[in-house]
């Protein structure tokens, strides 16, 4: 089975992706893996950004990132698969 993997920034709104890896620096790694966003992690796309931020659900919560995390956050549009 193939995977589809592009940026978050290119995930259609609404659509429930995995985040298949990050890119960009240590220090971005850290901050998004410790608000909850590490590979592996499941996530739904509320609002795409442009203007603004991009919304997205992850478990219980609401998070907002901007356009520069979107483009660096790898996924996986089939978010029911195992990678």
Request: net charge positive; charged share 20%; aromatic share 2%.
């Amino acid at each position: 089975m193939k995977v589809n993997i592009m940026p978050l920034l290119m995930a259609p709104l609404g659509k429930r992706v995995k985040i298949f890896s990050l890119g960009g620096g240590r220090g971005m790694q850290e901050r998004l893996i410790s608000m909850g966003l590490g590979p592996g992690s499941e996530i739904e796309i509320i609002r795409k950004g442009a203007p603004g931020p991009f919304i997205i659900a992850a478990k219980e919560a609401r998070l907002a990132i901007g356009m520069g995390m979107a483009q660096r956050i790898m996924v996986s549009e089939n978010g029911n698969s195992s990678g």
